[in-house]
């Protein structure tokens, strides 16, 4: 099979297997020193914007990209050579952790300034409506509103006020501080969209369900749902589906940046 892969197609493949098993089999937390943080955090460092696509959570997670890689990247490093298509793979996934980046600095930055002005000024006001509007699926909703009723009954309590100023610390440490992405996912949607994008006709045959769809229809559909269960997110969902999306528009940038700069795409 790999006999039958183009160069940089294969050591993407062998690089992510690689580091997925090294850091599997000896316990190494390299995500958290290499997956991409928000840009706030004092674990951030710029080179996480590169790094997070090498890194994969299981093996469902990294199946799903290289299965990707295997099927699709070859004939497009076909058509473009292998100097362009790694071109393409990176400015995908780097484009797309930053695309993400932006998006959860501000979504987190509420937060951060909430914890922080809670923690200079603590007031039950400030606790109820912190606990109100940054909810943590980790706390006993219960045993928050009890903490809160208590508060607002003896406001000066030191042990108090030292209970919530930790649901505080540890609400910010839970969705900022430990909160990480990674993945080639970026980078592989960039793939499928460049597929679509110069073989929008091609068939391809799916599992589920056992039916042949033309390239074009899968990624449309396709990224309909990561529109959809970005809009929609629900409780637990841990996919970053913006950088999926951010995967296909900067795939779709890049490529009409091509197609205008020299009249083709290779």
């Known amino acids: 099979m790999f006999r039958r892969l183009t160069p940089v197609a294969k050591n993407i493949l062998i690089i992510n297997v690689a580091i997925f098993m090294i850091s599997s089999f000896l316990k190494l937390p390299l995500s958290e020193y290499f997956g991409l943080r928000v840009v706030f955090s004092s674990e951030f460092a710029p080179y996480q914007f590169l790094t ?4 994969h959570g299981g093996f469902g997670h990294i199946l799903g990209n290289m ?10 490093e076909g058509v473009w050579g292998s100097k362009r298509f790694l071109t393409f793979y ?13 998006a959860d600095f501000f979504e987190k930055l509420p937060l951060k300034q909430d914890a922080e002005a809670y923690l200079e000024n603590p007031t039950p006001e400030g606790f109820e409506r912190f606990i109100i509007q940054h909810k943590n699926p980790y706390f006993n909703l219960t045993g928050l509103g009890e903490l809160s009723d208590a508060y607002y009954e003896n406001e000066n309590n030191l042990g108090v006020i030292s209970q919530t100023k930790r649901v505080v610390e540890e609400t910010y440490e839970i969705f900022v501080t430990r909160g990480n992405m990674i993945g080639a996912s970026g980078a592989v949607f960039g793939i499928l969209f460049a597929f679509a994008f110069l073989f929008p006709n091609t068939e391809l045959f799916l599992l589920f369900p056992p039916i042949p769809i033309k390239a074009k229809y899968l990624v449309f559909f396709y990224a309909m749902y990561e529109i959809y269960s970005e809009v929609n997110r629900t409780a637990g969902d841990n996919v970053a589906h913006l950088a999926h999306i951010g995967g296909m528009l900067i795939a779709f940038l890049l490529l009409k940046y091509w197609k205008n700069d020299t009249g083709k795409f290779y």
């Open 52 to 55: 997070y696509m090498w890194l």
């Open 67 to 76: 299965i990707a890689v295997l099927v699709f990247a070859p004939m497009l």
């Open 90 to 102: 990176l400015i995908c996934g780097v484009g797309a952790g930053v695309l993400y980046g932006t």
